[in-house]
């Protein structure tokens, strides 16, 4: 039976009830919020609105204590809402793209094959301004516009906003509505208990405490909770108005620190008011990925992997090993030898036919037949057979080795993976 998608997930989140609740890897610090939450509510129940419901003719103080609790409850349901979600990743693709048409190799020889390095970045007309994206080493693709990888989630979020540690969770296109009403209910809250606090306070002054300070003393629940809203305020309270600036010029907290659109123009930006109803009118887009789903493992040419192109051996001597993200921390050259597993795995009898002439035969890996082929036509008309990516190493429709290069594959026999066949320089056809 195969396994879900959730059970072979390749981020780092954390799953809940078999794949239908995802967290972020440090889902912990959720409960640190809910504490901070909970502990100031229940002792404002207990020791003020408790007291303030005596306060009032015909027991409409009541509503104090209903409004208190059942908002409380409101605030923790946007807040899982929050980080219980997929915030907008992105699946993995199971294979690198394949290169653009217009896409000019530049192939570099090593002992072992050939590599391609792909673009890093390329440009896509927004609004009518240019915005580069970039590829993205992990995840194997171009990302879309406004799209980052999380280095904490290890996945690509569409519209990335944040990874937010309070919620534990990354906040992104399916999930940012919900965090700014759970941060704007939050700072309700924390106003709507601090001015009943002090409305308490008011009420032991008139019964003979005169002073606020013989108040404070008489009731040091209600002191504390004063104090501890007013902290809280400065934290929530800021962070409500500082999205509300992201929301009405249409920014996210990651474009706002890195690309400043305050000083240039902002691709995004659909005015005041369309930029508020993107927001909080739009439909949320559904999830892209079925983590409940069935997943079936297959093994390729390429390695044993699964149906999420995850490649389970790339070890093998003189293979490069994955990079990580570009903004993760590294850069390293993406290449032919980063698709290939297995300690035993080597290509043998791959034909790389160059019109008439003979082709370039590598030898000295297993299992060369699962490499995808596909006859192509050269100049001549002939038909040859070359490896599943037709367009590396290859320009203007034909192969073509410099003698500097066929120097180079004269050498690579000493190293285990020897290069054979006649190549007929360019000048001499």
Not at 122 to 140: A, F, R
Request: net charge positive; aromatic share 12%.
């Amino acid at each position: 039976m195969g396994k879900r998608l959730f059970q072979v997930w390749e981020g780092s989140n954390k799953f809940l009830f078999c794949g239908r609740l995802i967290f972020g890897p440090d889902v912990t610090t959720l409960l640190i919020t809910i504490t901070l939450l909970l502990v100031p509510d229940v002792i404002f129940c207990v020791f003020v609105a408790r007291h303030l419901m005596h306060r009032f003719s015909d027991h409409n103080g009541i509503a104090i204590m209903v409004v208190t609790v059942v908002y409380t409850l409101f605030v923790l349901v946007l807040l899982l809402l929050t980080s219980s979600r997929d915030p907008g990743i992105i699946p993995r693709n199971t294979h690198p793209p394949e290169p653009d048409e217009s896409f000019e190799s530049t192939g570099e020889w090593s002992s072992q094959t050939p590599q391609l390095r792909l673009p890093r970045t390329k440009d896509v007309l927004v609004n009518g301004i240019v915005v580069k994206v970039k590829y993205c080493d992990t995840c194997m693709l171009y990302r879309p516009p406004r799209c980052s990888h999380c280095s904490i989630c290890n996945n690509c979020v569409e519209r990335f906003d944040h990874h937010c540690p309070w919620v534990g969770q990354c906040i992104g296109q399916r999930n940012y509505r919900f965090f700014f009403l759970f941060v704007s209910s939050a700072t309700l809250l924390g106003i709507f208990v601090f001015a009943m606090s002090a409305w308490y306070i008011k009420f032991l002054m008139d019964d003979g405490a005169h002073t606020v300070w013989r108040a404070l003393r008489k009731s040091p629940a209600a002191t504390f909770l004063m104090a501890y809203t007013f902290l809280a305020l400065w934290f929530v309270g800021g962070l409500t108005l500082f999205h509300l600036y992201l929301i009405s010029t249409n920014q996210t907290t990651y474009e706002n620190f890195r690309y400043r659109y305050d000083k240039k123009d902002n691709p995004y930006n659909l005015g005041f008011l369309n930029n508020f109803y993107e927001i909080f009118c739009t439909t949320i887009p559904q999830s892209k990925n079925k983590f409940r789903a069935k997943v079936q493992e297959e093994v390729t040419g390429y390695g044993a992997a699964s149906s999420l192109g995850k490649v389970t051996n790339v070890s093998s001597p003189g293979f490069p090993r994955p990079g990580v993200d570009l903004e993760v921390g590294g850069r390293p050259p993406f290449s032919i030898a980063e698709q290939l597993s297995g300690e035993e795995s080597e290509v043998s009898h791959g034909r790389i036919s160059n019109g008439g002439d003979p082709g370039l035969e590598i030898r000295g890996y297993e299992g060369a037949s699962t490499l995808a082929r596909a006859p192509i036509e050269t100049s001549e008309g002939k038909g040859g057979a070359h490896p599943r990516r037709s367009s590396w190493g290859r320009k203007s429709g034909s192969w073509e080795l410099t003698p500097d290069i066929l120097g180079m594959a004269a050498g690579v026999g000493a190293e285990g993976s020897h290069m054979k066949g006649i190549i007929t320089p360019p000048g001499n056809r």
